[in-house]
């Protein structure tokens, strides 16, 4: 169960960007839409993709892990993405670490895993909108067309220099999450607002 209190004591890594990330939203007219979707549980799994463990952590989670590389698979408020061979980064509504470290042990039993809560190390910028992939493409060397990078897909990469996981939102119209070091969020988010001048009305 997330810790309410705890959470609304937190300040968020852009919580001083909210105000110019939703002004370049209203300025776009539509054409992208930046917001921080912050404090998202973030768990990081290692497990033989092979082994029991990983078919009995899927069970617990009430999913498959995702075993194609560069791809995600989402049930409800959850997401798994891909990061390895043997590794998933699980993201759930916040304040779910707790319930998902405790989920992903009991499934493994005494099987080899590694569960580690990286929720405060990144934080997640949302990038949606008509023109979001055009904006992203400035920084990023991926092809982001539909045919390549599809929802339902990740990957690790650099925007503007920076290092993060690109996802692809499987929801209708919902975007890009950008996860991003929490010490790097301030300039991808700059980046980002600079970037979307170009899409002003």
């Known amino acids: 169960m997330a810790d309410t209190a705890q959470l609304a004591r937190q300040r968020s890594p852009l919580a001083h960007a909210a105000d110019r990330l939703a002004a370049a939203t209203r300025s776009s007219g539509g054409a992208v839409r930046l917001a921080e979707v912050p404090f998202l549980a ?7 993709a092979k082994s029991a463990a990983a078919g009995a952590v899927g069970l617990a989670l009430g999913l498959q892990l995702p075993l194609e590389p560069d791809t995600t698979v ?9 990061l390895g061979p043997d590794e998933w980064l699980v993201m759930g509504r916040p304040g779910a670490q707790r319930d998902l470290d405790s989920r992903i042990r009991s499934a493994a ?26 904006l992203l493409s400035h920084g990023c060397s991926l092809d982001l067309h539909p045919s390549a990078f599809g929802p339902g897909h990740c990957a ?15 929801e209708t119209r919902a975007g890009f999450w950008v996860l991003v070091r929490s010490s790097f969020a301030g300039y991808v988010a700059d ?5 979307a001048v170009e899409y002003r009305v």
């Open 156 to 170: 690790q990469t650099t925007l503007a220099r920076a290092q993060v996981v690109l996802v692809a939102r499987d």
């Open 42 to 48: 973030q768990v990081n799994v290692r497990v033989d």
């Open 74 to 82: 989402r049930t409800g408020d959850m997401t798994v993405v891909w």
């Open 109 to 134: 039993g005494d099987e080899h895993v590694s569960v580690t809560d990286v929720s405060a190390q990144r934080t997640t910028l949302l990038v949606t909108g008509p023109r979001a992939r055009d």
């Open 191 to 195: 980046w980002l607002l600079d970037a």
